[in-house]
T-cell receptor
Framework: NAGVMQNPRHLVRRRGQEARLRCSPMKGHSHVYWYRQLPEEGLKFMVY????????ESGMPKERFSAEFPKEGPSILRIQQVVRGDSAAYFC????????????FGPGTRLLVL | DQQVKQNSPSLSVQEGRISILNCDYTNSMFDYFLWYKKYPAEGPTFLIS?????DKNEDGRFTVFLNKSAKHLSLHIVPSQPGDSAVYFC???????????FGTGTSLTVIP
């Protein structure tokens, strides 16, 4: 039973480019969460999605960031016009149902903006 | 606004001894707490959790203690092993919420 998959594991972008991060939840999980870890900090919640629905995006920056979890395929976190401050590790987690007390994390995507 | 705090960025312990990792929180509405373990270049791995209705939960070498009045929890690892060397994150959640609130982590080194 494969765990949470994220790709790419490492992504380098120049300022102004777009970054697309993908997350495939564990088999049987339909709830996806995105977190960001800045250097020397803990993980910070960004957004919670179910299939085709954004449930809670209270942690998402108001501009340039968007997320989706389509009916088919992985969840995607999209960052437009990246800036150096977007450099961080982005982790995806999944759970089988809402209210599930444990979230299972993927290996993360390390984004570096030059 | 850091609602979950881990004030010790690092800890070194001799193999076989007890490791005690501490975590404090400010939001009295948190009702579930977790510890995650993280190796470099990997995602956090769930370790152990505790509900706010309990004050202790044990799983093998790992025990989590919760002191609600002090808004403090701790993770005890006994005996510590070199493979336990990792960064440990404390996390908390609200019954009505969907997100986890993470501390900044404590890097544990177990010396052989």
């Amino acid at each position: 039973n494969a765990g949470v998959m994220q790709n790419p594991r490492h992504l380098v972008r120049r300022r102004g480019q777009e970054a697309r991060l993908r997350c495939s939840p564990m088999k049987g999980h339909s709830h996806v969460y995105w977190y960001r870890q800045l250097p020397e900090e803990g993980l910070k919640f960004m957004v919670y999605l179910q299939k085709e629905n954004i449930i809670d995006e209270s942690g998402m920056p108001k501009e340039r960031f968007s997320a989706e979890f389509p009916k088919e395929g992985p969840s995607i976190l999209r960052i437009q016009q990246v800036v150096r401050g977007d450099s961080a590790a982005y982790f995806c987690a999944s759970s089988p149902r809402q209210g599930e007390q444990t979230q299972y994390f993927g290996p993360g995507t390390r984004l570096l903006v030059l | 606004d850091q609602q979950v705090k881990q004030n010790s960025p690092s800890l070194s312990v001799q193999e076989g001894r007890i490791s005690i990792l501490n975590c404090d929180y400010t939001n009295s509405m948190f009702d579930y707490f977790l510890w995650y373990k993280k190796y470099p270049a990997e995602g956090p791995t769930f370790l152990i959790s505790i509900s706010s209705i309990k004050d202790k939960n044990e799983d093998g070498r790992f025990t989590v203690f919760l002191n609600k009045s002090a808004k403090h929890l701790s993770l005890h690892i006994v005996p510590s092993q070199p493979g336990d060397s990792a960064v440990y994150f404390c996390a908390a959640s609200l019954n009505t919420g969907n997100q986890f609130y993470f501390g900044t982590g404590t890097s544990l080194t177990v010396i052989p």
